[in-house]
C-alpha cells in the first residue's frame, strides 16, 4: 500500500471547520483513501473513505484532488469529542486477500480547543 | 457501543500466565482481525480471520495463539509472554469485501510483569 504523509499536530477552534490534509502522491489507480480516527483510550473509529470523488456522510467530508495525490478530510464544525489522531490510509480493495491490511502511520493528533 | 466487544479492558499477567483475550462482534460481518498498538508506535495486524479460517499471519511469535470458532467470535490465547508485549491488543472485523472498513474494538490494556 502507498504511505502517506500527514502534519504530527494541528489546532482548531470549536464550532469551526477542522481541514486534516494527507500527501499521498505514490497512490495506484486501484488504491482508495480511508480515513479512520482513534480517541484516547478507545479504539480506531471509521470516518469515510474515496476513490477519486468527493464524498460526504454525516460524519466528515473527504475531498480528493484530480490527480489524487493528495486528499483533505473536512470536520464542518468541530467539537471538543473531535479531539483525537486521525489517520489517513491508502488501500488497495482489490478483493481478494487485500482486506484487513490496513498500514496505520503515525497521523494527525487533532486538537480542538474551546 | 462500537459493535464489537472486547474483554477484559484491562490485564495484567506475569511472564508464566496463560490468558486470553476475547472479542464478539454483533455486525454479521466475516471476517476479524487481531492487532497491537504498543507505546508511540503504529497499529500493527497481528492476524486475520476470513470464514473462520486464517489468512493472514503477521510473522506473530507463536506465544500468541489465536482461534476463531466461529465468524463472530475471536480469541486471543497468551503464554510465556514477555514484557515487551506489553501493548494495547484491537480486535476488528468487516465483511468480507476487500474494501470494506474495519470496525474496532476499544481493546485489552496488556501489561506483562
Known amino acids: 500500500d502507498a504511505k502517506t504523509t500527514q502534519p504530527p499536530s494541528m489546532d482548531c477552534a470549536e464550532g469551526r471547520a477542522a481541514n486534516l490534509p494527507c500527501n499521498h502522491s505514490?497512490?495506484?489507480?486501484?488504491?482508495?483513501v480511508y480515513w479512520y480516527r482513534q480517541i484516547h483510550s478507545q479504539g480506531p473509529q471509521y470516518i469515510i473513505h474515496g476513490l477519486k470523488n468527493n464524498e460526504t456522510n454525516e460524519m466528515a467530508s473527504l475531498i480528493i484532488t484530480e490527480d489524487r495525490k493528495s486528499s483533505t478530510l473536512i470536520l464542518p464544525h468541530a467539537t471538543l469529542r473531535d479531539t483525537a489522531v486521525y489517520y489517513c490510509i491508502v488501500r488497495v480493495v482489490a478483493g481478494g486477500t487485500s482486506y484487513g491490511k490496513l498500514t496505520f502511520g503515525q497521523g494527525t493528533i487533532l486538537t480542538v480547543h474551546p | 457501543e462500537t459493535g464489537v466487544t472486547q474483554t477484559p479492558r484491562h490485564l495484567v499477567m506475569g511472564m508464566t500466565n496463560k490468558k486470553s483475550l476475547k472479542c464478539e462482534q454483533h455486525?454479521?460481518?466475516?471476517?476479524m482481525y487481531w492487532y497491537k498498538q504498543s507505546a508511540k508506535k503504529p497499529l500493527e495486524l497481528m492476524f486475520v480471520y476470513n470464514f473462520k479460517e486464517q489468512t493472514e499471519n503477521n510473522s506473530v511469535p507463536s506465544r500468541f495463539s489465536p482461534e476463531c470458532p466461529n465468524s463472530s467470535h475471536l480469541f486471543l490465547h497468551l503464554h510465556t509472554l514477555q514484557p515487551e508485549d506489553s501493548a494495547l491488543y484491537l480486535c476488528?472485523?468487516?465483511?468480507?469485501?476487500?474494501?470494506?472498513?474495519?470496525?474496532f474494538g476499544n481493546g485489552t490494556r496488556l501489561t506483562v510483569t
Open positions: 505514490t497512490i495506484s489507480g486501484n488504491e482508495y
Open positions: 476488528a472485523s468487516s465483511r468480507s469485501s476487500g474494501g470494506s472498513p474495519l470496525h
Open positions: 455486525l454479521g460481518h466475516n471476517a
